[in-house]
């Protein structure tokens, strides 16, 4: 899913990437029971940043209640749906450990990589996830990932444009159809 929620960080990222999304999230399911990615760990806080299990109705979401996202979908393997789960549960095992690259986030701009031991930043998250389950690899170092560039991956497919928080309304009409 890519977002973009209105932050003053995410407002810095679209001016500079001239993109309208800033954020990337990676789930397990369209229902997002597992959305994952690097952010505010407290809504409120921008300074709060590490390894978070977002929630459409809680959490940065619900503060920030006029997100606008994208969400697609791609088909796997049994083995890389596996692996990916596998590696997101391992963070979330560990998530203390874990910060936000602030630093790192420079890195796409200038075309050099800042990585950090146990920091991230949301689509160097979501790019290192693709790359160990081998669902797909942007053959550059994913502290360069910017969040668009996972709009390109080959067989995305559109399933909601529009508000957050009419996603998982638009979800129930759609499983109907």
């Not at 029971?33 to 390894?51: D, H, K, Q, V």
């Not at 006029?66 to 979330?92: G, H, P, R």
């Given at each position: ?20 999304y ?13 959305l ?6 407290n ?9 978070v299990?977002e ?17 697609y ?7 890389q749906?596996t692996?990916l789960?596998a ?14 690259n602030v ?56 399933v ?13 009409s759609?499983?109907?159809?």
């Amino acid at each position: 899913m890519l977002s973009f929620t209105g932050t003053i960080l995410s407002r810095i990222v679209k001016v500079v990437t001239l993109r309208e999304y800033s954020h990337v999230s990676i789930a397990l399911d369209l229902e997002f029971n597992s959305l994952y990615s690097f952010g505010r760990i407290n809504p409120r806080n921008p300074f709060s940043g590490g390894f978070v299990k977002e929630e459409i109705d809680s959490g940065t979401y619900k503060v920030f209640k006029n997100t606008v996202c994208k969400v697609y979908s791609l088909d796997v393997t049994e083995k890389q749906y596996t692996d990916l789960k596998a590696f997101i549960d391992n963070f979330y095992k560990y998530k203390e450990r874990y910060g936000f690259n602030v630093i790192g986030l420079f890195g796409p701009m200038i075309n050099i990589p800042m990585n950090r031991q146990h920091k991230y930043f949301c689509s160097q998250f979501v790019g290192k996830a693709l790359l160990k389950s081998d669902i797909y690899d942007f053959q550059k170092d994913v502290g360069l990932i910017k969040p668009i560039e996972f709009a390109t991956i080959p067989n995305l497919k559109v399933v909601y444009e529009g508000k957050l928080q009419d996603y998982t309304k638009y979800l129930s009409s759609f499983k109907k159809d």
